[in-house]
T-cell receptor
Framework: EAGVAQSPRYKIIEKRQSVAFWCNPISGHATLYWYQQILGQGPKLLIQFQNNGVVDDSQLPKDRFSAERLKGVDSTLKIQPAKLEDSAVYLC????????????FGSGTRLTVV | GQQLNQSPQSMFIQEGEDVSMNCTSSSIFNTWLWYKQEPGEGPVLLIALYKAGELTSNGRLTAQFGITRKDSFLNISASIPSDVGIYFCAGQLGNTPLVFGKGTRLSVIA
C-alpha cells in the first residue's frame, strides 16, 4: 500500500513569512496527526484529526498555526507568521482509527526559518 | 504533561554486539511502542506492547512492557550496520495520542 505522502520535502522561509505543508494519509485511515520534531528531540504532537474533526489541538500554537482536514482525507498545516523557533521537521502520521497506535509516518517536511 | 526519559542518549557499538536501551516515565501507560528513525525519514514502527509484563520479539529485536507500566526496554542482538538510527520509545494512555521520548542514537562500527 502507498505510504503517507508529504510535500514539500524542504522549505526555507524568512521569519514573519507564511508557509503551508500538505499531507495525504494512507487510504482508509480515519485518524491523522501532525507532529513537530525539533532537531535532537522526539516528535511532539501538534494536532489530531478523526475524519474531518479535530480531536486534540491542545499543543497547537493557535496564534500562528492552523490545520484543516476538510474532506476527511488530506490535510494542510499552516504557519503564519513563522518564527525562528519554528524551524523543525513537520511529520504527518495516520492510523486506521484513534485506537490504532501503530502510526505510519510520512518522511516529513524540513522547515528552516531564517 | 507526560514525559518519557530514554537512556542512553547515544551509543557506539561494534558490529555483532548486543544493544540495550530503555525508557522510563513518571506516569503509567497502557501501550508502549518502539520506533526507529533514519536520516531524512519519518519514524517506523518496530514493536508494539499492549500488556504489562509482555515480552515481544521481532527478528533480532526484543522489547518488554514493564510490570509497573512505567518503563520499557528494547534489546537488539548481534547488531549490524543497518541498525544505525535513532530509536524512540512512545507511550499511550487512555484515548490520548502517542507521547515520544527524545530518542537513543545508535552508531554501529563495522
Amino acid at each position: 500500500e502507498a505510504g503517507v505522502a508529504q510535500s514539500p520535502r524542504y522549505k526555507i522561509i524568512e521569519k514573519r513569512q507564511s508557509v503551508a505543508f500538505w499531507c495525504n494519509p494512507i487510504s482508509g485511515h480515519a485518524t491523522l496527526y501532525w507532529y513537530q520534531q525539533i532537531l535532537g528531540q522526539g516528535p511532539k504532537l501538534l494536532i489530531q484529526f478523526q475524519n474531518n474533526g479535530v480531536v486534540d489541538d491542545s499543543q497547537l500554537p493557535k496564534d500562528r498555526f492552523s490545520a484543516e482536514r476538510l474532506k476527511g482525507v488530506d490535510s494542510t498545516l499552516k504557519i503564519q507568521p513563522a518564527k525562528l523557533e519554528d524551524s523543525a521537521v513537520y511529520l504527518c502520521a495516520s492510523s486506521l482509527d484513534w485506537t490504532d497506535y501503530g502510526y505510519t509516518f510520512g518522511s516529513g517536511t524540513r522547515l528552516t526559518v531564517v | 504533561g507526560q514525559q518519557l526519559n530514554q537512556s542512553p542518549q547515544s551509543m557506539f557499538i561494534q558490529e555483532g554486539e548486543d544493544v540495550s536501551m530503555n525508557c522510563t516515565s513518571s506516569s503509567i501507560f497502557n501501550t508502549w511502542l518502539w520506533y526507529k528513525q533514519e536520516p531524512g525519514e519519518g519514524p517506523v514502527l518496530l514493536i508494539a506492547l499492549y500488556k504489562a509484563g509482555e515480552l515481544t520479539s521481532n527478528g533480532r529485536l526484543t522489547a518488554q512492557f514493564g510490570i509497573t507500566r512505567k518503563d520499557s526496554f528494547l534489546n537488539i542482538s548481534a547488531s549490524i550496520p543497518s541498525d544505525v538510527g535513532i530509536y524512540f520509545c512512545a507511550g499511550q494512555l487512555g484515548n490520548t495520542p502517542l507521547v515520544f521520548g527524545k530518542g537513543t542514537r545508535l552508531s554501529v562500527i563495522a
